[in-house]
């Protein structure tokens, strides 16, 4: 059978950098063979027309799935049968990493104050109002500019965004009403009173009344990611405490304590659509706001699958007939820090161990997808990927060690990792949905099991670019 893998439209741009409406790859090979177009950007690949200024658009609408950790974009045309979606991501973002750092900062911060050593005043620990954490601001910066970017590739002349309510007080307790929202767990009593008599005064790791004094430990720990929260808080005796650490139940043998389900994410959700439909709604755009209950029906009653470029697609009332393409494959763009500002490394203990880390080698900067052709040695052939700098001149692609003579940059690092990959076959999944889907799509899951779709891990880059096939 004929593979009928559909690749996202080519984004593409006009002689002055205008948008114009996004092509197929084979008409974009056309126009690239034919000296009509140039490769502006690779990683996505755009292209710029080279002897058109003025061409006609269709309205495209741009919809989005904000999330905490991990953030769908979809772009759709409005035809007659509904919307069809022509290019689609997934946009993870950096929180969790951000959270980390500025953990290990503080330690090596307070560290350094209790040493007498040379040592940053202390801050105001008041946040002021309306300021977001950084691991907030990050994402909501993240999502904003993969906004203004494809309103800069394609003709966008409307906005579909998901701003959801979840209420954190009922993801405890389902039963809560009334007056109960105000009061909790701990009304009228202290945190430690509460701890002691859950526990009937005893530890909960080896179960026994010591005479000395009972302590508050975190089941999940606290640089683990562990938050301060009651469900995450237990009794423990003080030998007990100190040979936990920052280990977890697991690891000293007491799985059956466990914490409970963190709102972190929940809360950052909450937040972050507030703060980016405050955003969109200063653009000259169209904004159409829909709920996560509205999703998740136009998701059920199309026979899709969960995933956040899929719930992106079916935001709002543009979402209840969308048509998608089962082999279409998505971006997959993660979010990476471009460079270390830090003048010294520390080590264990908090003491500086070396210079901060080279920023650029022979022109190179970490992160810099380059494709580098060696011809000899442990690791001849071809590779491309991004790199990791060495003040050596020898570069780090993935497991490759390559000189720097033999690289050519292919992109330079924006602060992105790029690639393209097909949506996941499930057949339990995907025969239960069949008889929901669309026509077009029921005959597309009556595949072999050779012929569904594969995961493409491979960053996509048109394979007669001079850049990989020259010598």
Same mark, same amino acid.
């Given at each position: ?133 950084? #691991? %907030? /601001?990050? &994402? ?6 993969? *906004?203004?970017? !494809? +309103? =800069? ?108 389900? #963190? %709102? /972190?994410? &929940? ?6 659509? *507030?703060?980016? !439909? +405050? =955003? ?192």
């Amino acid at each position: 059978m004929k593979d009928r893998t559909k690749f996202p439209r080519v984004l593409v741009v006009t002689q002055d950098r205008r948008p114009a409406m996004p092509c197929s790859p084979a008409r974009a090979r056309q126009l690239l063979a034919s000296g009509q177009a140039r490769i502006l950007r690779r990683l996505p690949f755009v292209i710029a027309l080279t002897n058109r200024v003025d061409v006609e658009t269709q309205a495209l609408r741009l919809k989005m799935d904000p999330g905490a950790s991990e953030t769908g974009l979809v772009l759709t045309a409005a035809k007659n049968d509904g919307e069809h979606v022509i290019w689609g991501a997934n946009l993870r973002h950096r929180s969790n990493q951000i959270r980390r750092g500025l953990y290990k900062r503080r330690l090596c911060r307070n560290n350094r104050r209790r040493r007498k050593t040379r040592f940053r005043p202390q801050r105001c620990l008041r946040q002021r109002k309306g300021k977001l954490s950084p #691991s %907030l /601001r990050s &994402a909501l910066d993240r999502t904003w500019t993969w *906004v203004q970017r !494809l +309103r =800069r590739w394609s003709p966008v002349t409307g906005v579909s965004v998901e701003v959801v309510r979840i209420d954190l007080q009922r993801m405890q307790d389902p039963d809560v009403q009334g007056c109960d929202y105000q009061r909790g767990p701990l009304v009228g009593v202290r945190l430690r009173d509460h701890l002691l008599h859950k526990h009937d005064r005893q530890c909960a790791y080896c179960s026994e009344k010591r005479r000395g004094r009972l302590e508050i430990d975190h089941i999940s720990p606290v640089a683990r990611g562990g938050t301060d929260r009651l469900n995450n808080l237990v009794i423990a005796c003080e030998p007990c405490n100190r040979s936990k650490g920052a280990k977890s139940t697991t690891e000293i043998g007491h799985p059956h304590i466990q914490a409970g389900k #963190s %709102l /972190r994410h &929940a809360t950052a959700t909450n937040i972050m659509c *507030v703060h980016l !439909l +405050r =955003r969109l709604e200063c653009l000259d755009l169209e904004v159409e706001v829909g709920n996560g209950a509205e999703t998740h029906t136009n998701r059920g009653l199309q026979g899709y699958r969960k995933d956040h470029w899929i719930d992106a697609a079916c935001v709002g009332r543009s979402g209840r007939k969308v048509w998608l393409e089962l082999r279409m494959p998505v971006w997959h763009i993660t979010s990476f820090r471009r460079h270390l500002r830090r003048v010294h490394l520390s080590d264990a203990y908090g003491f500086p161990r070396q210079n901060g880390r080279v920023s650029q080698v022979h022109g190179f900067r970490t992160g810099d997808v380059v494709v580098a052709v060696v011809r000899r040695g442990k690791h001849r052939g071809i590779h491309l990927g991004r790199i990791a700098l060495r003040a050596s001149g020898w570069f780090q692609i993935g497991s490759a060690a390559v000189p720097w003579k033999c690289c050519r940059v292919v992109q330079r690092n924006d602060g992105y990792g790029y690639a393209l990959q097909n949506l996941p076959y499930h057949p339990k999944v995907d025969a239960r949905n069949q008889s929901t889907r669309p026509s077009h799509q029921r005959k597309l899951m009556g595949l072999r099991g050779a012929e569904r779709p594969q995961t493409h891990s491979e960053m996509a880059l048109p394979v007669s670019d001079p850049a990989i096939s020259g010598s």
